[in-house]
């Protein structure tokens, strides 16, 4: 049982590079959702997903799409990467209403 | 919307001493949860307790406990006998039980606790 997982653990982009981080989780959880942590904010809530094939826009979704095709699956993307989206990223999931399992982080730097 | 408060970024304990992490919250709803999570340097997220607001028990896990006052919209975490282990952020998180508040966790800015050997 590996809980949440997410590739890649780090990653380095020049600005306006693509890429997508991948969230997978065994736990069988219907919510899944994408963070990001900067210094002195706390956790911002990116884009979340309630169920397979549906997404909501978070906090801050601006510069990032999501995917969940499947249950077990969250993909987060960045089509034009920008030095504002240096930060570290979490994937967390859930059952309804109760706590989130968060995965290990990406750190992203964008140059 | 429900927002969550952390007033003190950072605090500091002696090793074996006693702590209180403070976390205030606001919402308009009757029922809902609240978490303590923690985060050490290795950035993993923890979760350390958890508060169902319908229960008048203040939860306990081992050396951490934390005092909910419904009324004041109060719930801090008190760290008995502190360790070398928990220095980390400390962040506090409110879930709502229905609707969007229910679908996702709102966080608190965090609190840093360093532990002095």
């Known amino acids: 049982n590996a809980g949440v997982t997410q590739t890649p653990k780090f990653r380095v982009l020049k600005t306006g590079q693509s890429m997508t981080l991948l969230c997978a989780q065994d736990?069988?959880?219907?919510?899944m959702y994408w963070y990001r942590q900067d210094p002195g904010m706390g956790l911002r809530l990116i884009h979340y997903?309630?169920?397979?094939?549906?997404?909501a826009k978070g906090e801050v979704p601006d510069g990032y799409n999501v995917s969940r095709l499947k249950k077990q699956n969250f993909l987060l993307g960045l089509e034009s990467a920008a030095p504002s989206q240096t930060s570290v990223y979490f994937c967390?999931?859930?059952?309804?209403?109760?706590?989130?399992?968060f995965g290990p982080g990406t750190r992203l730097t964008v140059t | 919307a429900q927002t969550v408060t952390q007033s003190q970024p950072e605090m500091s304990v002696q090793e074996a001493e006693t702590v209180t992490l403070s976390c205030t919250y606001d919402?308009?709803?009757?029922?809902?949860?609240l978490f303590w999570y923690k985060q050490p340097p290795s950035r993993q997220m923890i979760l350390v307790i958890r508060?169902?607001?319908?229960?008048?028990q203040n939860a306990t896990e081992n050396r951490f406990s934390v005092n909910f006052q419904k009324a004041a919209k109060s719930f801090s975490l008190k760290i008995s006998d502190s360790q070398l282990g928990d220095a980390a952020m400390y962040f506090c998180?409110?879930?709502?039980?229905?609707?969007?508040?229910?679908?996702?966790?709102?966080f608190g800015t965090g609190t840093r606790l360093a532990v002095r050997p």
């Open positions: 967390a999931s859930s059952t309804p209403f109760y706590e989130q399992y």
């Open positions: 736990m069988n959880h219907e919510y």
């Open positions: 997903s309630v169920g397979e094939g549906t997404t």
């Open positions: 919402t308009s709803e009757s029922d809902y949860y």
């Open positions: 508060q169902e607001a319908y229960k008048q």
């Open positions: 998180a409110y879930r709502g039980l229905r609707g969007s508040s229910g679908d996702k966790l709102t």
